[in-house]
């Protein structure tokens, strides 16, 4: 069964402009907690005295998903890590050959060390530990599974393949995890960038090849463009792979109207899942198939996540919509009032029409006045 690690609390943190207070970080990992992700990954308690409260405090509410705390490989920030109380340690390095000789100034055996000796203190002191070597699929692959042999060894129980820069396709995603899973004994996880618009598609393609974890954040939301989002990631899977899980769906529209609302960053309209247009049907034959079976238009009804279906009108409506709309706002559908609407949307040259607006062809101010009359 694949399991969901979700980071808007430490890498939705990370979007430009975007801070958390303790009291929405509460909210949004109760509300992650009651959606039943396997891991929230809480924060970098070193970064800042509020990231360290939140971290701690959320580590302590008693919650079924198990708590991650961000970490660089360094045992300073382990020993933090420990006194917030986590689950498990998130340990970064990157190990690229660029990264290693240009910015950390040193070569792959000394990095390895020290990381190595990071991740046995952090066993030693009872942590779950997952290794990330930053870059991942940009790193030499050699390079890649030396380092990651050498965490596991020392103790790690997961490796994640990071795609930091976004720049993967699904394909070279699939054939990367696949060898991976070859040459590795151990869990993988997948944390994919969306910079180029592939995150989701590069996280599913990797856990058709195997990796067993994904990491998500409610909206997408992340450093640069952000990563996969929870959404969109957990309908695909319950949707199209038909996986097991114990996900409770209807949480998404609040979890999504929770974090847009608190890091300010409105929901696209035609966002998937969550934006406003996902369950509006336009288009006549559209509808009229949709009123017959909405599974013709949609992967997934809009009820299994507590929404509901739309119609809008239209110059494209059909007969079939306008007689639907007239039914919803309780207007006589007969043949008189539906000509009437016929024309009146189709010489109209721009916009939708409101419920307002059509009722006011019929003289009534709400849908009130309608049912009276």
């Known amino acids: 069964m694949v399991k969901i690690l979700d980071s808007t609390l430490r890498e939705g943190e990370q979007t430009p402009g975007v801070t958390f207070s303790v009291n929405e970080k509460i909210i ?19 970064v800042s005295q509020d990231i ?19 970490c660089r490989a360094m045992k300073e920030d382990i020993d933090i890590a420990l006194s917030c109380d986590v689950d498990w340690v998130g340990i970064f390095f990157c190990v690229s050959n660029k990264r290693i000789e240009q910015q950390f100034r040193t070569n792959l055996e000394k990095a390895i060390n020290k990381i190595t000796s990071t991740i046995e203190y952090a ?3 009872g942590l779950k530990i997952r290794y990330t070597p930053e870059d991942a699929v940009r790193t030499d692959y050699k390079s890649l599974v030396t380092v990651s042999k050498a965490a596991v060894k020392a103790g790690a129980d997961r490796i994640s393949i990071a795609d930091t820069a976004g720049s993967m396709t699904p394909l070279s995603m699939y054939k990367l995890i696949r060898r991976l899973k070859r040459d590795l004994d151990i869990e993988l996880n997948v944390h994919c960038h ?3 618009g592939l ?23 992340g450093e640069r463009t952000g990563i996969s989002s929870l959404s969109e ?21 609040e979890l999504s109207r929770r974090v847009s609302e608190f890091s300010d960053i409105k929901i696209p309209q035609n966002a998937p899942i969550v934006g406003e247009n996902a369950f509006v049907h336009n288009a006549g034959l559209h509808v009229a198939a949709v009123l017959h079976d909405p599974s013709f238009y949609e992967v997934f009804p809009a009820e299994l996540i507590g929404r509901n279906r739309n119609f809008v009108l239209d110059k494209m409506a059909s007969i079939k919509t306008i007689e639907k709309k007239l039914e919803q706002v309780g207007v006589d559908v007969c043949h008189n009032n539906v ?3 016929v024309n009146y949307v189709k010489s109209k040259e721009k ?9 006011g062809l019929f003289g009534y101010r709400s849908i009130e006045d309608c049912m009276y009359q």
Do not use: M
Not at 29 to 38: G, I, M, N, S, T
Not at 56 to 68: D, F, P, R, S, V
Not at 199 to 221: Q, R
């Open 123 to 125: 066993k030693e002191h």
């Open 52 to 70: 360290f409260q939140g971290v701690k405090t959320i580590a302590n509410q008693g919650y079924n998903a198990e708590i991650l705390a961000h």
């Open 351 to 359: 916009g939708t029409i409101s419920d307002e607006e059509l009722l």
């Open 339 to 341: 000509s009437r609407v």
């Open 194 to 196: 969306n910079d180029l």
């Open 199 to 221: 995150a989701v598609a590069n996280a599913l393609a990797a856990f058709e090849a195997g990796a067993s974890l994904i990491d998500v954040t409610v909206n997408g939301i």
């Open 28 to 46: 949004i990992a109760d509300l992650l907690d009651r959606f039943k992700v396997d891991i929230i990954e809480a924060g970098h308690p070193r």
């Open 233 to 253: 990631i957990c309908l695909a899977l319950h949707s199209v792979y038909k996986e097991k899980n114990n996900w409770n769906l209807e949480l998404i529209p």
